[in-house]
Structure formats: structure tokens, C-alpha cells
């Protein structure tokens, strides 16, 4: 069983920065593909960003592509979201996903994808 535990949220201001943690447990994490996800109250999940096994491949939602960074660190059994120019539109539930299904090539965003979830940590960016 592979445990997810974020950290990191919180409350910023518009244009601030927060950085987002995820660490796993188990001892495949190599070959999972990650994912940071979210929701905002209201709204569907979404995924914001992904990374494919060994940092190969990786996927940014439009809006924030220019804006967040996804990283992994396999040592550390680690995925980071780096979230810089926040605005009041990312203010969202943030949840990392892990697939472990080595079948699957590359990545996915569809969130049915991923059978491993974190409890999700909360970040409010005020306007």
C-alpha cells in the first residue's frame, strides 16, 4: 500500500510564491507517474501538472504552465509543486495522485488514472 502525505499549503497574497511537497511511501516510487491535482470549490478536479516514470514526460495545464514547475526526486521518495505568480483562480484543494500501473506508457491527467491519493493540503491566494 503506497501512502501520499502533502504539505506546503496555505494562505498568500496575489503574485506570491508556495511550494508544494508530496512524499510517498513504498519502495517503487521510480516507477510511478505523478500528479498534482485540484479542486476548487464548485468545480471538477483538475489536473495542474504530471510527470511520467524517471521525469521523462511532463504535462502542464495551460493556465499555470508558465507559472508551476513539477519535480520529483526518486531518492526522496518526493514530488514538489512549485507555484509562482499565484492568483486568486488557483486558490484550490491541491492533491498529489500516484499511478503505479507500469503498463502504461507516459502519463495521464484523467484522475481515474491514478489509484493513489493524498489527503490534499489547501492553498487561498487573496487578491
Known amino acids: 500500500q503506497v501512502q501520499l502525505v502533502e504539505s506546503g499549503g496555505g494562505v498568500v497574497q496575489a503574485g506570491e510564491s508556495l511550494r508544494l511537497s508530496c512524499s510517498a511511501s513504498?519502495?517503487?516510487?521510480?516507477?510511478?507517474?505523478m500528479a498534482w491535482f485540484r479542486q476548487a470549490p464548485g468545480k471538477e478536479r483538475e489536473c495542474v501538472a504530471a510527470m511520467s516514470r524517471r521525469a521523462g514526460t511532463t504535462y502542464y495545464k495551460t493556465s499555470v504552465k508558465e507559472r508551476f514547475v513539477i519535480s520529483r526526486d526518486d531518492a526522496k521518495k518526493s514530488v514538489y509543486l512549485q507555484m509562482n505568480s499565484l492568483e486568486p483562480e488557483d486558490t484550490a484543494v491541491y492533491y498529489c495522485a500516484a499511478d503505479s500501473d507500469r503498463r502504461k506508457p507516459g502519463l495521464s491527467t484523467n484522475g481515474n488514472e491514478y489509484e493513489y491519493w493524498g489527503r490534499g493540503t489547501q492553498v487561498t491566494v487573496s487578491s
Open positions: 513504498g519502495d517503487t516510487f521510480s516507477d510511478f507517474v
